[in-house]
């Protein structure tokens, strides 16, 4: 019987020459990791703890706390990331009880997070595998799929993808409602369906104990803003790395993960301070060439390898700017604004009318 592939293992695809020089940042260093947690999970504890004495000097204080707070959630977020590609410790043991715990701050159930997004990092900008890996924060539809939706589909794709939408008011939807139930987790995942209700009793746990501590409307003037900031930042930069100017999709018969690494994911070349806050996720081809190279080594990985240096680099501005590009034009293969192809759709309706009126006459 031939061997059957698991698409979503993150070692389903294997090493080639450069995959192989990456290959030697995958060791995790002890006291890195342990570095790390402290300047992720124990400074958003000292920064949580401000914010709540902060209520009793000023909220406008409260609220300027909770920008750096977030920044803290985000990078706890890139720790329980790590942790789900067996990154951030040699031990997976280790590696899954500080995922769980993670994801406690961050909202986000590690078992069922941790292997969709192995999906994700098996099938990311392949067209042919969409349903399989990418999520709703990288996938796209071409140019054609979106032309022959209904007009209600194409509203309803236009207005969910719009940048005050999907930038401002989705992400938070996200983490404290969408993630609270599996509802696109396959039922054959029991495991993964489980660590959402167990995550979701963990979460009310907390915030339960919380609410009796300080009262429940403290803790939503405090946690609110926190998980607004960070979901916002968070799925931001998910977008920014997979879709931009420069970035190739391409379909199953031409999809490698090699090429995919280098041509379908951005280098996105942050400020030294926000680079920090959100854990090197900024190298992200060097991340989809290997998932195994912790977060804290993945600039060295980087900046040591030449051939890395050829992906596509976006600046602040760059990245902001490519959040608009939402559909892959699949015959001048680049991304493209919702507004070019309506604008083409219209132009094609008025050409369409023209004709047939001169038709008429």
């Not at 698991?6 to 940042?25: E, N, T």
């Not at 404290?176 to 369906?193: G, M, V």
């Not at 900031?229 to 920014?240: D, P, T, V, Y």
Request: charged residues 15%; glycine residues 6%; aromatic residues 10%.
């Amino acid at each position: 019987m031939p061997q059957v592939t698991d698409f979503c293992h993150p070692d389903a695809h294997p090493q080639s020459g450069l995959r192989s020089l990456v290959a030697r940042y995958e060791t995790p260093s002890l006291a890195e990791s342990a570095f790390q947690i402290i300047t992720s999970i124990g400074l958003f504890a000292a920064s949580c703890a401000a914010m709540y004495w902060s209520l009793h000097v000023s909220y406008l204080l409260t609220l300027l706390l909770a920008v750096p707070t977030a920044g803290f959630v985000v990078r706890t977020f890139i720790i329980q990331h790590d942790c789900g590609h067996g990154a951030f410790f040699k031990s997976r043991r280790a590696n899954d009880l500080l995922g769980r715990a993670c994801s406690v701050i961050t909202l986000t159930p590690y078992a069922n997070w941790r292997r969709q997004h192995n999906c994700h990092h098996s099938n990311w900008n392949n067209l042919d595998r969409r349903e399989s890996g990418a999520d709703i924060y990288s996938a796209c539809l071409t140019v054609e799929e979106y032309r022959a939706l209904s007009s209600w589909g194409r509203f309803v794709h236009r207005f969910v993808r719009h940048p005050i939408v999907a930038q401002f008011v989705v992400p938070p939807l996200v983490f404290l409602f969408l993630y609270r139930i599996p509802f696109d987790t396959p039922r054959a995942w029991s495991r993964e369906r489980r660590s959402v209700y167990w995550t979701n009793l963990a979460i009310l746990t907390l915030f339960g104990a919380l609410t009796l501590l300080v009262g429940l409307k403290d803790v939503l003037m405090v946690q609110l803003p926190i998980i607004t900031l960070a979901s916002i930042m968070g799925i931001g930069l998910f977008a920014i790395q997979h879709r931009y100017e420069g970035v190739v999709w391409t379909r199953q018969n031409a999809w490698n993960a090699q090429s995919a690494a280098l041509q379908g994911s951005s280098y996105f070349a942050l400020p030294r301070i926000l680079q920090w806050f959100t854990g090197n996720i900024g190298f992200h081809h060097v991340h989809h060439l290997s998932p195994r190279v912790p977060n804290y080594r993945l600039q060295a990985c980087h900046d040591s390898i030449p051939a890395l240096q050829a992906a596509t680099t976006l600046t602040l501005r760059q990245g902001l700017r490519s959040l608009r590009l939402i559909l892959w034009d699949e015959a001048n293969r680049r991304m493209v604004r919702l507004a070019d192809v309506g604008d083409a759709i219209s132009r094609n309706m008025a050409s369409a009318k023209e004709h047939a009126v001169g038709s008429s006459v």
